[in-house]
Structures are given as structure tokens and as C-alpha cells.
């Protein structure tokens, strides 16, 4: 390579060995568990060869023999130990873990120092003694059985290993051919692989030439106790065609099947639906490991990271208000400098949190993902059809809100399927496709993450709900309710519309959970339906919680924090243009009228200050569509605030979000706006703190 | 137009080393897949003049990606090259007589590889 590359090249190299290493170490303490059962998981192994195999060959290329001698050494060991010539003992188990220590050490040198090197001959000793420990009568049993040689040429090694350890076991093999869309088949290929594998091995993955252009076939050959109509069930997919070689393989069934379509490798034909069976065992270490561009982090440190990012934050605050109080003293040019310095500091730490935010980030389609098998086995328990269709996949959210949210997400998609959809048959009868439809959609709004949940199903019977509500004594059959009245009563506690509740959406979790969980993430959830043209949910959530910019206000003694990405505007208003309609206090704001909620009411604070009598202050907030004006004392100012949690205890208080520090060592409350408004456009504010 | 050359390469050093070197040709375009299955959505996409592959990446190896060109009649003909490590002599032989034309051994020099691509690609 050339000289201007070799420093990138270099950076390049030490931070790829160091990923593979991060997962080495992950997969060798995985093998050493399993030392007890002694039977090894083939993936995890396969990880571990993977990983010295990849920094044997990066290590070729920079010209570093130690580490290339080493990393092959540990990777012939490994290959022993794959196919099954050396025994899994728990000396090989830690004579692997010093080889690591050893790798650890010498590219760690390096990075420092390129001709850094050390002696490897104990550890090369090591090694090789436990790689001579072979085990008897390994050869290649897969010659004595028959098999065709123009098969036995298209198998790697390693297949071979795999396909005779299934044999071993007694496994069923099947080959299984499906087809898949060409845009989405490494997504529904993952997701059958992952099916697979918790009953058995994958052994090989073999494309082929799909129906038309936009689809592609892959052949499975898979290991297994299960049988045939096992696997049809468990995979429940169309055009799904399965192959079963005999029933409880023997070697020499096996061999016999090996035999059914014995030239086809050989005369390379264009018609791909003839080689399956050679060609389905050419490819063989499907289930090999990726080693992932990606470094796995435990949450807990990040949210460390993002700790000592929010308290610099408030040191900052603090310097940029003395730097402020220097400017009024004798001492102006200091406080000049200062406020420079403070500045600087000020767009670095914006970075630096901007930086430690972004790794926080994940896309939702993880989220999503988990949603999709959700989706299919709920359709199967309850004889449904569906179709899932997601979009905006790769909207990036908050990595504690995608695990927060995924309990309620999946609640409202059983809800979506149980109730929502209508069975295929009460479909047809109503016109509907039989396949119901289900729409999972995420976007980005701003500062917050939409994620929309709609069904085609038949909407939600506002009379049934409210029926039902006055027969549970929420509310009295006298009650006037608006259509958004009514879908509120679906959060209340205790809701059900099902006489029966159904082993799904049952499971001992409401929909006022749903919304409680969701508002603990300073989120709101809103329902919209049309009576037989189905129902949509619609998640509003912050993209971030650790640290917010917030408006602080003064409420009586009290201070509060608005997280400002409710916060639309500010006002100061004179009393006489409150109106009163219905009981509830409004004002006209540029033609549209805007409830008011006096916060020192929402909290039963005592007014004691009465100097703004006849001016008070607004925070015009909103969520989605709604808006709502907050009346407070006084507008302190905004700030950055790291939101922290109020614990479990305190968890459920309402129109609270969180606390939060001020840069003064002062904590104050953070308000759930969505709960306080909610709260309030149902005139039930007045009696909770 | 310039010739384009498919890596299917799931090391992004090995990936960036072989680009490299590609470019520095000055002749021809690559296009990169970081594992089989995207080497796959390459290869309707886009008209290949040659392919290099590695044998071992996640997903599906090099030889299945091998016998799914060779058994597919738009690329049948493409060259195709296997770049892999010494010890992965068998499975290099399984490729070779899978269909594929040549075989780099990792390390490899620039040259080698230069010289392998305008065998095939200007020859």
C-alpha cells in the first residue's frame, strides 16, 4: 500500500482487531459456559474462528508476522475444535483465553509502536500442544459412505463436519425452498434462520434464481428433530416447499439422498431449480458469525457518559452566570475573557453531546423487527390474516426510549390484531380483502418521533365503549362525551370492550398502563377511528430524555421545568382577556381559542403572590394537534436540564415527568405536559398533586 | 464507460485496501458489498465487469455467492476472483472448480491484483 495511506491504514487496522477482539472475548466466555454440557454452540464457534481468521489475514497485510503467527496458530486449533478433530476440554478453553490475552497485548503494542513485538514462543507452545491433543478416529467418514464425488467437491470441510455432526445426532435433514422479494429477502431470510436454529442447525443457505427478477430463492438444508409438519407450522409461509430426507436419518439414507441429483454442480446448468440437493450443500457455514462493524456498549455506560456530559453542562451554566455577574464589577476585562472561554466551551460541550446523543441513537426497524413476529404469531393464535407493511424503519430514536417503548408498542399491536382486525371470514362478509392490514409507521417531527400504528379493522364502536365505561361506573349515563372523550375511556383503568378477555391482549396489561408507560417517557398516545374503516394509534415521543432545554417558571414558591419542545410560545396576557366558556378558562390567541390551566391549581400551590393580578404569564404548549396555555407567575428563562428519574416511588405522580438539576445544585420538577393536558381537557386537574 | 468491479468483502480494511488499490488504476469503478446477501441486491442493480469475493463472510459464503453466479445465466461469464487466506486452500479449490477463474492469497501485493484485473479485463 502507499505511504500516505499506511497511518489511516494503520488507525484502520488497530480499530477493526480491536472490534473483532471485543467480540472474541464475548464469544470465548459464551464457550467456556457451555464447557459443562460439553457440546459447543456451532455459532459461537464459529464466531471465535472467524475472528482469529480475520486478524490473521489483516495482520498478512501489514506485514506483522508475530500477530499473523499467533492468530494462525489459535485459528488452526480452532478449526480442529470445528470439526470435531480436538477434543473441548477446559485446558483448550484456556489456552485459548491466553492466546487472546497474548493478541490483546501485541496489538495494543503496536498501536503504539508498529515494530512493537514479543516473544510468542511459550503461548505458540501452548497452543500446539493442545491442537496435537487429537481426537481418535477423525477422518472423513463422509468418503466411506459413497457420496458421489462430484458432491463431495462442492462441500467445504466444514459442511461436511456440520452435516455428519447432525447425522450423528439423529437429525432429520430437510431442505427447505422458499422465495423472497428481492428488496427485503436478507430481513425475512434472518428472521427464518432465527426460526430455525431454536430447534436445530442451519447448515447451508443457497441462493438461486427467483421467479421473476424482482424475487430470489434460497435453499435451506437444516438439521432437525422436527419433523416435516413441525417445520410447515412453525414457519407458516406461503410457497414454502420442504424436502425431508428420509425419516430419522441414517448415514446410509443420507447417502442416498446425497446421490438423487448427483451431476448438476458439474454441468453448471441455467435451470436452477434442478441442482438443489448439490448445490444446497456446497455453501454450508451459513450460520457463521458475523463479525459486526459495531461495538456493543452496555446502556448503563453510556448513560454515565451522558451524566458527566449533563453535569458539565450545569458547570457551564454556572461559569456563564459568573462570567455575567463579573461584567457589572471593576473586573469587565476579565469577565470579557471569560465569557469568550465560556463560548468555546459552550460549542465543544454542544458537541460532545451532540456526539454522546448520536451513539445513543438507534433506529426504530430494531424496534420494528420485534414487532414483526409479534404480528405473525398473533395472527396465527387467533386464525388471522395479515399483512404488515413499516415504514421509516430507519427513524432514529433514544436507545432507553426503543426499549421503554417496546412493551406498549407491542401491547397496542395485539390490541390492533385481537380486537381491530376482523377475522377473515367477517372481512369478506364486509367486503374487505381477507387479509387484514396492519401499518407501522415511524417519522420524524421536529424534536419528537412519531410512531403511528394503523389497522384496516373495524374501528372502535364508541357506543360499546361507552356502554361499557357507564357499566363499570366511569362515568354516569347522563354524561355528554365527545368522540375523544370516549377513546380516553379505553386508557382508564380496568377497561375492557371483550366480554372475554383474550389470552393476548389479556396478559394482565390495559391500555392505561399503555398510556401511563408512555407518558413516563414525556410521550402521548392519541387514537383516531372510523367505524369499519379501522383504527389508528399514534405515539408522540421525545427523541432524547437525557437532557432537555427547558423553560423554567415560577409557580407561587415554587419553580418548574417545561421541556421546550412543548413550549410553542410565551405570552403575558392581561386578565380581563380570559374568558370562561363551559367553566373552563380560555383565551383567543390569533383567532383560534386556546384553554387555559392554572398550574398553581393543577398543583393546589397557594397563590401567594398577588402582585400579577392583572398580568399573567402564558406558556402556550402542545402536543400534536392540541394546544393548551399554562399560567404561571413568572418566565424564569430557558435553560438545559438533565432530566433525572423520580424513582418508583414517585413514578406515578401526576403532571410530573422527571426532576431535574439546575446549574445551582437546585432541583426542580419537570412537567408531563401531555399528562397535565390531558388531565386537564378532561376537568379532572384540580385534585391531584 | 469504465469498467466496474464488484468487492464482496465483509472486511472494511481488507474492503478499503483492495478499493484502494483498484483506484489507484485509475481505469475502473468499484462497487462494494460488505456481505453476500448484499452482493446479491448488487448484482441485478448494477452491470459487473468482474467480481471479487472472499470465501469466508457472514450471511453466505463466497462459494455460495460463486455457485449463484455461475448458476445464473447473466453473470455465468463474468471473471471471477477469489481473494482468501492461506489456510482456506480446500475451500479455495471447492470455488475454483465451482467456476470461479482465479484465486488471490491473502497477503497479497497491489501488483498482483492490478495484474490479475487487466488479465481479465483488457485481455
Not at chain 1, 435451470?271 to 448439490?278: E, G, I, K, M, R
Not at chain 1, 454515565?304 to 463579573?326: P, Q, Y
Not at chain 1, 399573567?616 to 396555555?629: D, H, Q, T, W, Y
Not at chain 2, 471479487?52 to 471471477?80: K, V
Request: hydrophobic share 40%; charged share 25%; with cysteine.
Amino acid at each position: 500500500m502507499s505511504d500516505k495511506n499506511t497511518s489511516q491504514a494503520l488507525k484502520d487496522f488497530v480499530s477493526e482487531t480491536e472490534e473483532i477482539i471485543g467480540s472474541l472475548n464475548l464469544d470465548l466466555l459464551k464457550l467456556a459456559d457451555s464447557l459443562d454440557s460439553g457440546d459447543c454452540d456451532p455459532d459461537v464457534l464459529n464466531g471465535i474462528f472467524r475472528g482469529a481468521h480475520s486478524i490473521k489475514g489483516l495482520a498478512g497485510m501489514f506485514g506483522f508476522d508475530d500477530l499473523s503467527e499467533l492468530s494462525h496458530s489459535m485459528e488452526s486449533l480452532l478449526d480442529g475444535l470445528r470439526l470435531g478433530k480436538v477434543p473441548f476440554t477446559q485446558s483448550l478453553v484456556d489456552t485459548l483465553f491466553s492466546s487472546l490475552d497474548v493478541l490483546i497485548n501485541l496489538i495494543d503494542g503496536k498501536n503504539r509502536d508498529e515494530n512493537f513485538t514479543i516473544d510468542l514462543s511459550a503461548i505458540l507452545a501452548q497452543i500446539n500442544q493442545a491442537a496435537a491433543a487429537d481426537l481418535p478416529g477423525a477422518g472423513n467418514p463422509l468418503t466411506g459412505l459413497g457420496i458421489d464425488a462430484g458432491i463431495l467437491n462442492v462441500l467445504t470441510e466444514y459442511e461436511e463436519h456440520r452435516l455428519l455432526e447432525n447425522v450423528r445426532k439423529g437429525r432429520r435433514l430437510h431442505l427447505l425452498r422458499m422465495d423472497f422479494d428481492l428488496a427485503s429477502f436478507d430481513l425475512d431470510l434472518a428472521e427464518i434462520t432465527q426460526q430455525l436454529k431454536q430447534q436445530g442447525e442451519v447448515i447451508s443457505t443457497l441462493p438461486s434464481v427467483g421467479a421473476d427478477s424482482e424475487r430470489i430463492a434460497f435453499q435451506i438444508l437444516y438439521g432437525s428433530d422436527l419433523n416435516q409438519a413441525d417445520i410447515e407450522l412453525q414457519l407458516n409461509r406461503e410457497g414454502l416447499d420442504i424436502r425431508t430426507y428420509g425419516d430419522a436419518v441414517t448415514v446410509t439414507e443420507a447417502d442416498e439422498f446425497l446421490l438423487e441429483e448427483p451431476t448438476a454442480i458439474d454441468t453448471f446448468t441455467a435451470d436452477s431449480s434442478l441442482p438443489a440437493t448439490a448445490e444446497d450443500l456446497d455453501g454450508g457455514s451459513g450460520s457463521l458469525r458475523s463479525i459486526s462493524r459495531t461495538v456493543r456498549v452496555d446502556i448503563d455506560k453510556l448513560d454515565l457518559l451522558m451524566n458527566i456530559v449533563g453535569e458539565l453542562v450545569l458547570s457551564k451554566s454556572a461559569i456563564a452566570t459568573i462570567s455575567d455577574r463579573l461584567k457589572g464589577t471593576a473586573e469587565k476585562e476579565l469577565a470579557v475573557e471569560l465569557g469568550k472561554s465560556t463560548r468555546i466551551l459552550e460549542r465543544r460541550l454542544h458537541e460532545l453531546q451532540k456526539g454522546v446523543m448520536d451513539v445513543r441513537m438507534v433506529p426504530v426497524g430494531q424496534l420494528f423487527d420485534k414487532m414483526t413476529r409479534i404480528v405473525r404469531q398473533v395472527a396465527n393464535e387467533q386464525g388471522k390474516k395479515v399483512n404488515l407493511d413499516i415504514k421509516g424503519a430507519d427513524t432514529e430514536l433514544d436507545k432507553l426510549i426503543i426499549e421503554d417503548v417496546s412493551d406498549p408498542l407491542m401491547h397496542i399491536i395485539r390490541n390492533a390484531i385481537d380486537h381491530g382486525l376482523e377475522s377473515p371470514n367477517d372481512r369478506r362478509l364486509a367486503g374487505k380483502a381477507e387479509k387484514g392490514l396492519i401499518q407501522l409507521w415511524a417519522s420524524q417531527k421536529g424534536n419528537h418521533v412519531v410512531i403511528e400504528v394503523h389497522d384496516d379493522g373495524r374501528g372502535i364502536d364508541t357506543d360499546k365503549v361507552r356502554r361499557k365505561a357507564i357499566e363499570k361506573g366511569l362515568i354516569t349515563n347522563t354524561q355528554t362525551l365527545t368522540e375523544e372523550d370516549v377513546y380516553d375511556l379505553l386508557f382508564m383503568p380496568g377497561f375492557s370492550t371483550r366480554d372475554e378477555v383474550s389470552g393476548l391482549s389479556g396478559r394482565g396489561v390495559g391500555m392505561d398502563v399503555v398510556k401511563n408507560n408512555i407518558a413516563a417517557l414525556s410521550g402521548m398516545i392519541e387514537v383516531k377511528s372510523q367505524p369499519g374503516q379501522g383504527s389508528s394509534m399514534i405515539i408522540t415521543l421525545p427523541i432524547t430524555l437525557a437532557i432537555i432545554k427547558a423553560l423554567i417558571v415560577r409557580v407561587g414558591e415554587k419553580t418548574y421545568a417545561i421541556p421546550i419542545n412543548s413550549v410553542f410560545e410565551t405570552l403575558m396576557i392581561d386578565v380581563d382577556t380570559i374568558q370562561s366558556i363551559e367553566k373552563r378558562e380560555v383565551i383567543e390567541l390569533r383567532k383560534s381559542t386556546v384553554p387555559l390551566l392554572r398550574l398553581e391549581q393543577a398543583f393546589a400551590l397557594t397563590a401567594s403572590d398577588k402582585d400579577h393580578d392583572h398580568r399573567l404569564f402564558v406558556a402556550i404548549v402542545g402536543m400534536a394537534e392540541k394546544r393548551m396555555g399554562f399560567v404561571v407567575d413568572e418566565l424564569l428563562g430557558q435553560q438545559d436540564v438533565v432530566i433525572k428519574s423520580l424513582g418508583k416511588a414517585l413514578g406515578f405522580v401526576k403532571g410530573v415527568a422527571g426532576a431535574a438539576e439546575l446549574g445551582n445544585q437546585k432541583t426542580i420538577l419537570v412537567l408531563d405536559v401531555a399528562g397535565l393536558m390531558s388531565e386537564a381537557l378532561r376537568g379532572e386537574s384540580s385534585s391531584n398533586v | 464507460m469504465s469498467k466496474k468491479i464488484l468487492i464482496a468483502e465483509d472486511s472494511l480494511t481488507m474492503r478499503s485496501l483492495i478499493v484502494s488499490t483498484i483506484e489507484a488504476m485509475g481505469d475502473y469503478e468499484t462497487v462494494e458489498a460488505g456481505n453476500g446477501f448484499e452482493a446479491l441486491r448488487i448484482l441485478p442493480r448494477e452491470k459487473v465487469d468482474l467480481i471479487i469475493t472472499d470465501i469466508n463472510m457472514p450471511d453466505i459464503n463466497g462459494l455460495e455467492l460463486i455457485s449463484f453466479i455461475r448458476n445464473n445465466e447473466n453473470y455465468r461469464n463474468t471473471p471471477l476472483v477469489i481473494i482468501s487466506t492461506e489456510s482456506s486452500e480446500r475451500d479455495r479449490e471447492k470455488g475454483m472448480s465451482l467456476g470461479a477463474n482465479a484465486y488471490l492469497v491473502k497477503p497479497f501485493a497491489p501488483d498482483q491484483l492490478q495484474q490479475l484485473l487487466r488479465d481479465y479485463l483488457e485481455g
